[in-house]
């Protein structure tokens, strides 16, 4: 069975922390991996991996995808309030070429 | 700017009424979904559509029917509404696979 698995569940940091979080995932037929972030509403789209080793980065966050080990990191730097949210690993995938979402990890950033 | 649309933010229904959830987008997609969020469960696919009268299920389907009549709009369906299908409801789309998903706003249901 296709399943992505993501840790912690729930992390609370300091204002200026970094942060990782992970995510695994057993995906048949492996196409794309994404994050996403979460507030109060929508899911917005963070990041797409396709290839191992590339690290995409956009300001303070970055991620990275392992196709070998099967996981991916997300980074946070200097971590601000405004990082408050659910963070969400996707991976597409399967026998359909669906979308397979982790359960999230919860960031609270502490001023 | 993608935007994806539902109709509702919250929706309160008795047990056993039919409930219909709407959802556009105005990004011409080729793709449509609707997933339900549960605490600690993340996001389960309920159906999705690739094509207008196209659908497929995704992996919680039952209890569910979903109607795509036009590309911009995918309804789904509570047939006979039940306590345990009150959740929240994400509709999103994409231009085709692998490629992001754009979710809405997300309708809060509730069943009582």
């Known amino acids: 069975e296709d399943k992505v698995v993501q840790s912690p569940l729930s992390l609370v940091v300091h204002e200026g922390d970094t942060v990782t979080l992970n995510c695994s995932y057993e995906?048949?037929?492996?196409?794309?991996l994404l994050w996403y972030k979460q507030e109060k509403k929508a899911p917005t789209f963070l990041f797409m991996l396709t290839s191992s080793g590339i690290e995409k980065k956009s300001g303070r966050l970055s991620s990275i995808l392992d196709k070998k080990e099967l996981f991916s990191i997300l980074n946070i730097t200097a971590t601000q309030t405004g990082d408050s949210a659910v963070y969400l690993c996707?991976?597409?995938?399967?026998?359909?070429?669906?979308?397979?979402f982790g359960s999230g990890t919860r960031l609270s950033i502490r001023p | 700017d993608v935007k994806v649309t539902q109709s509702s933010r919250y929706l309160v229904k008795r047990t056993g009424e039919k409930v219909f959830l709407e959802c556009v987008q105005d990004?011409?997609?080729?793709?449509m979904f609707w997933y339900r969020q549960d605490p600690g469960l993340g996001l389960r696919l309920i159906y999705f559509s690739y094509d207008v009268k196209m659908k497929e299920k995704g992996d919680i389907p039952e209890g569910y029917s979903v109607s795509r009549e036009k590309k911009e709009r995918f309804s789904l369906i509570l047939e006979s509404a039940s306590t345990n299908q009150t959740s929240m409801y994400l509709c999103a789309s994409n231009l085709y696979s692998n490629q992001p998903q754009h979710f809405g706003d997300g309708t809060r249901l509730s069943i009582l």
């Open positions: 995906v048949t037929n492996f196409r794309s």
């Open positions: 996707a991976v597409e995938g399967g026998s359909a070429s669906k979308i397979i």
């Open positions: 990004m011409d997609h080729e793709n």
